[in-house]
């Protein structure tokens, strides 16, 4: 089994992947895939024509991806009564058919399910101590390899 780990975003989704899920828990390779400039649908159109790249060259067999979810924060109103929660549902939508397309068991990880309700610098911090230091990491990339190693049954 290998798995790709997606932490997606309309600017930027990272991903992980791991080629042989029994050699550890370090991904094999870890990224992010950049959308440019352009409207919101043409970056997502962007994104999934890069990850389809990926996907071939890569040929994960599963592909995991953290869903949108709405959080009752004032930030979380403000991202969702701004639109940009929709539009992150609908990337959501297109990177998984990506996965659909290419034969991949789909699997949908919930924010609250891989890390509960972790600020960021604990998250990676955490995830520090399972794979190393990755001073090239941003967070997001981070946040792509949590979601992966959830689905590999690490938890943090």
Not at 19 to 27: K, Q
Not at 101 to 126: F, H, I, M, S, Y
Not at 135 to 155: F, K, M, N, Q, T
Request: negative net charge; charged residues 20%; glycine residues 12%.
């Amino acid at each position: 089994m290998s798995a790709l780990a997606l932490d997606p975003g309309v600017g930027a989704t990272a991903f992980a992947y791991w080629e042989d899920v029994t050699n550890g828990f370090a991904p094999d390779s870890a990224g992010e895939i950049k959308a440019g400039t352009g409207s919101w649908l043409t970056r997502c159109q962007r994104l999934v024509g890069r990850l389809e790249a990926v996907v071939t060259e890569l040929h994960p067999t599963h592909m995991v991806v953290e869903y949108p979810a709405y959080f009752q924060s004032p930030g979380g109103q403000l991202t969702a009564s701004s639109g940009d929660l929709v539009k992150l549902a609908v990337l959501t939508g297109m990177l998984l058919e990506v996965g659909r397309v290419a034969g991949c068991t789909c699997v949908l990880v919930e924010v609250r399910q891989w890390k509960g309700q972790l600020p960021k610098d604990v998250t990676q911090k955490r995830l520090e101590r399972v794979v190393g230091e990755h001073p090239e990491w941003s967070h997001h990339i981070y946040d792509a390899v949590g979601i992966g190693l959830y689905h590999l049954g690490c938890r943090l």
